[in-house]
């Protein structure tokens, strides 16, 4: 059964930044796409990031352009989020997806593999 764990989560002020990590268990799991998604206390799930495993292309909110980057280490086999210049406003938990064979669209949010999630807090 494959699992996705995060890591990297945390607490920093406005304007700081944060690297997210996830990893894949068995590592030989090869989706079509992975991303992550963010759910803050009494909002909808929101798509953030995706890449495109194959391609390599990616796709981001327009809330995050410019500011967050989705990558694949493959020295370390995970996929990190990369993510500057915070605001509060992107305080949440982050969850890694997975989508195995399709993928459809970010804000359709339809992985079938989902982390546990990390906490991102970001003061003001």
């Known amino acids: 059964q494959v699992r996705l764990v995060e890591s990297g989560g945390g607490s920093v002020q406005a304007g700081g930044s944060l690297r997210l990590s996830c990893a894949a268990s068995p590592d030989t799991y090869r989706p079509a796409c992975m991303g992550w998604y963010r759910q803050a206390p009494g909002k909808e799930r929101e798509g953030v990031a995706r890449?495109?495993?194959?391609?390599?292309?990616?796709v981001y909110a327009d809330s995050v352009k410019g500011r967050f980057t989705i990558s694949q280490d493959n020295a370390k086999k995970t996929l990190d989020l990369q993510m500057n210049n915070l605001r509060p406003e992107d305080t949440a938990m982050y969850f890694c997806?997975?989508?195995?064979?399709?993928?459809?669209?970010?804000?359709?949010?339809?992985?079938?593999?989902w982390g546990r999630g990390t906490q991102v807090t970001v003061s003001s």
């Open positions: 890449i495109y495993l194959r391609a390599g292309s990616t």
């Open positions: 997806a997975a989508h195995s064979n399709f993928c459809g669209s970010l804000a359709a949010g339809n992985a079938d593999i």
